[in-house]
């Protein structure tokens, strides 16, 4: 079995988007990139335009922005100008200069607006590997929290994962609401007709929707598959690395899981002596994982990629 045309076409535009992201600190030339698309150098970057809505040279100053923007947040201790070498600009300047023109502040200033306080030596920390219990923190400049009205812990399990293989259908907009549509209406059925509802599935937050604009922001609806599987239908194939995450059991309604990724982001990661690493943040829907139709209530783990800080 062969890939359709269409499929063969954004395969390809696929490899050339994740090979930017992985070589963010590299020079990225036209030619080399139209050579991973296997397209010719003389169409690639009108053929690139035409299928992102962004030319490629203003598409790879996004992202190196936008990466070194996440980075300043979630690993406090990377330095300005070193977030600026690992996406690729030679010079603080220079990196200064597009920060600001994307936000609008420098990005001294843009990470202190973004900061949380971090306690030291805080003494509510569980001494156990495997499963830490951490209450909540202040954001910085934020009205501190009532103990007395404290929200419960956050129990959050360190996991090490397999690489898995997925399939996957990205969206491309504005989250909330319209993902949930989207697996509905695209995902759900071309995983029915598959026959893969007994396997595992994922949801793959590739931007934050504080930092990318919504028409960029990308979320891909993932099934595993085996290792030989050929998709189709504008489905995609790809590893999802393995390695270790933390993990935060979450069951409630679809408007609620933005709250439950906030605590995981904002009370537990930053005094918790990790931080974010390159991998993605998804949730990992189990095959038996509970649902509920009549008031959409659902479960799934969320998983954020850690690394020691």
């Known amino acids: ?67 070194a923007a996440l980075r300043l947040t979630t690993q406090p201790r990377l330095s300005v100008l070193e977030a600026a070498v690992s996406v690729g600009f030679g010079s603080g300047e220079a990196f200064s200069r597009a920060f600001r023109a994307r936000f609008g502040s420098s990005p001294t200033a843009w ?36 103990p007395a009205h404290e929200e419960p812990p956050v129990n959050v399990q360190l996991i090490t994962r397999p690489p898995v293989t997925i399939a996957y259908l990205r969206y491309t907009g504005p989250f909330g609401a319209p993902v949930g549509e989207f697996w509905a209406e695209k995902a759900a059925p071309w995983i029915g007709a598959h026959k893969l509802w007994s396997r595992a599935r994922y949801g793959i937050s590739h931007d934050d929707p504080s930092i990318t604009a919504p028409e960029h922001a990308r979320y891909d609806a993932c099934v595993e598959v085996p290792e030989d599987f050929v998709p189709d239908g504008g489905f995609q194939k790809t590893v999802l690395p393995g390695g270790r995450y933390a993990s935060l059991k979450f069951q409630g309604l679809p408007e609620e899981i933005n709250d439950a990724w906030t605590r995981l982001m904002r009370d537990w990661l930053p005094a918790s002596g990790f931080q974010f690493d390159s991998r993605p943040a998804f949730e990992y829907y189990a095959p038996d994982m509970a649902f509920d139709e009549k008031t959409m209530a659902f479960e799934c783990d969320i998983c954020i990629p850690i690394a020691p800080l």
């Open 1 to 67: 079995m062969t890939r359709d045309s269409r499929s063969e076409y954004e395969w390809r535009m696929h490899k050339v988007l994740t090979h930017i992201d992985n070589h963010l600190d590299e020079a990225l030339e036209l030619a080399a990139l139209a050579d991973v698309a296997h397209f010719s150098a003389y169409h690639f970057h009108r053929l690139f335009a035409a299928w992102a809505g962004e030319t490629l040279g203003d598409y790879i100053r996004r992202r190196r922005v936008e990466v």
């Open 111 to 146: 990470r202190a607006s973004h900061d949380w306080v971090l306690p030291c030596d805080d003494p509510s920390r569980d001494s156990n590997p495997g499963q830490i219990a951490l209450h909540g923190f202040t954001k910085n400049g934020a009205t501190p929290r009532n």
